[in-house]
């Protein structure tokens, strides 16, 4: 669909874009998880909620994460896919088309790339390690700038790579250091929480500046972040 060219349609900025392919690969994903999960929930990105669950399980869909960087040819973007019983996350998946890899993981199964297992996480601090995170621009000033800036500054770098999954299967291989950011959707956030959860990892949330900030990464420096965002 990208080769034969694809309309950009916007929801909330201009770099907040949808494409055909988005909502082609929602209904294919909703579709088949309907067929073979039919009294599961399922909650998607582009669709919302297209079907109410009996089970107490609900999936949540992410057909394109990182759409902007998908339609401008940036190698980063992904399709997730995870899976929680009420609120216990059980599994996620991850699949980066530009390489072919499908990571797959869990609180309670250990994470895999293509069936291999990923080594387990190494705990270390934010000092050491390079940050994966995302503001709009204008929220850099004010509370939440603030707030941004407090937990950013601790870092040894900063990457604003532009899809949250994949930022997250960054931290589950050793690539990235730690994810932050604010107003993360259960669809980006769940299935790669999932696969860092599956290697020792910890997620956690803190409400700072009326934002709810979502951190996942190695223990120490996810308390670090969490700490910083907290101050005053």
């Keep these: 669909m990208r080769a034969d060219g694809l309309r950009l349609d916007y929801k909330t900025s201009i770099s907040d874009v949808v494409t055909a392919a988005d909502r082609a690969a929602e209904e294919l994903v909703t579709g088949r998880l309907r067929t073979e999960r039919p009294g599961d ?5 582009e669709h919302g909620s297209v079907a109410d669950g009996t089970t107490g399980r609900s999936w949540v869909v992410d057909p394109v994460d990182g759409t902007y960087n998908f339609v401008n040819d940036l190698p980063w973007w992904c399709s997730a896919v995870g899976l929680r019983d009420t609120e216990d996350l059980l599994v996620g998946a991850v699949h980066d088309p530009t390489t072919g890899a499908t990571y797959v993981g869990g609180p309670g199964l250990p994470s895999t790339c293509d069936g291999r297992a990923l080594a387990p996480l190494v705990d270390r601090p934010l000092a050491e ?4 995170t995302y503001l709009h621009p204008p929220f850099l000033e004010g509370e939440v700038g603030a707030a941004w800036r407090r937990a950013a500054g601790g870092a040894a770098a900063l990457r604003w790579l532009g899809s949250m999954s994949m930022d997250q299967v960054g931290v589950a291989t050793g690539r990235i250091g730690l994810v932050f950011q604010h107003s993360v959707a259960p ?8 696969i860092i959860r599956g290697v020792g990892g910890v997620t956690r949330h803190v409400e700072v500046a009326g934002k709810d900030w979502y951190v996942a990464g190695p223990p120490t420096a996810v308390g670090e972040v969490c700490s910083r965002l907290l101050e005053r």
């Design 41 to 45: 929930a399922v909650l998607g990105e």
């Design 129 to 132: 390690l390079g940050v994966a």
């Design 187 to 194: 669809w980006d956030e769940l299935p790669g929480a999932a």
